[in-house]
């Protein structure tokens, strides 16, 4: 059986794993992110930790398939990366230089969220499905798209980049990326906590958070206990994800969307809110799209990066 590493490169931490073709994973571990100098030591420090892994693991260059990344930021077709902020990098093709660091191993590289939609696709929760949207909602929103089982990271790597999609055109504050009214400043953990003080300062009325510092886990939890205010706000993010959701079928029409990230272990109760707005969004079908939560969790990245080269 082909084995394969999955790199999924992160702001704090590197997770890899040696996976075979059939999906199995013989081992996976994690090194820092070492992103001092604008991240000069990441791709050696990667290309260090596997060598050692492969040696122990007996893996020889007739059974191994090559290593697959996901790095976050957009990523064009050839691997090259214009800029990744949470990394420090600027014009550089990781999987370029990784594979000359690798000895010219083959290695292919694409967008975080693009990667982890693929590893859903593949053996999570969207198994068996050709066409998905995968949304990951945490410190941000990120998005991946799967057509025909092919990732679509279109011509600048900025495909499916759903954060970054106008939902609210009436905003008056400015999102990271410049633009006011992203869907990323409601259903991001931030922007749930974002929203949860606009409404204490909006509304009057009793709520357990009030007067307190939160967390969105906080607002969930509250939600999810029957506090008006925070399930009011709740789903009022929630709205604005359906609302995206609905753009995303009226292009790509997909079988089914994937939640990912920290804010989907709301699971059920999530997904309920999502559907409440959804389904009346799109009326011009009776088949929905189903919505699931992610069944990889943390390791989806790390799949998909590996199903890249398998």
């Known amino acids: 059986m082909k084995k394969c590493i ?13 996976l075979g073709e059939d999906g199995t994973v013989f081992e996976k571990w994690e090194i820092p992110t070492r992103k001092k100098e604008n991240g000069k030591y990441i791709l050696s420090d990667i290309a260090s930790s596997i060598k050692t892994h492969l040696a122990a693991n007996k893996i020889g ?19 090259y990366v214009e800029v990744c902020v949470n990394l420090g990098w600027k014009n550089i093709n990781p999987a370029k230089e990784l594979s000359i660091l690798m000895g010219g191993v083959p290695v292919k590289a ?54 970054h999609v106008t939902v609210d055109p ?66 009022r993010c929630m709205d604005y994800l359906a609302l995206s959701m609905s753009y995303v079928s009226y292009i790509a029409d997909p079988e089914v969307f994937v939640i990912g990230g920290g804010i989907s272990k709301a699971g059920d109760y999530l997904v309920h809110m999502i559907k409440k707005r959804y389904n009346s969004l799109t009326p011009l079908s009776n088949t929905k799209a189903e919505i699931f939560i992610a069944g990889l969790h943390n390791d989806a990245g790390m799949y998909g990066a590996a199903k890249l080269v398998l």
């Open 61 to 79: 260059e007739e059974e191994f398939a090559g290593i697959g990344m996901g790095v976050p930021g957009p990523v064009r077709s050839d691997g």
């Open 170 to 235: 009436q905003e008056t504050d400015s999102c990271n990326c410049g633009n006011k009214g992203c869907l990323e400043q409601y259903a991001s953990a931030t922007g749930i906590v974002k929203e949860m003080k606009r409404t204490l300062e909006s509304e009057e009325g009793r709520c357990v958070l009030r007067g307190r510092r939160f967390s969105c886990k906080d607002v969930v939890d509250a939600a999810k206990s029957g506090d008006v205010l925070a399930e009011k706000t709740l789903q």
């Open 110 to 163: 694409g967008n975080d969220a693009n990667v982890a939609a693929l590893g859903e696709q593949w053996m999570g929760s969207a198994k068996g499905h050709d066409t998905l949207m995968f949304y990951t909602l945490g410190t941000g929103v990120g998005g991946g798209l799967i057509i025909d089982g092919k990732i679509v990271a279109g011509s600048k790597g900025m495909g499916a980049e759903i954060g």
């Open 6 to 18: 999955g790199v999924d490169l992160g702001g704090t931490t590197v997770k890899m794993g040696i």
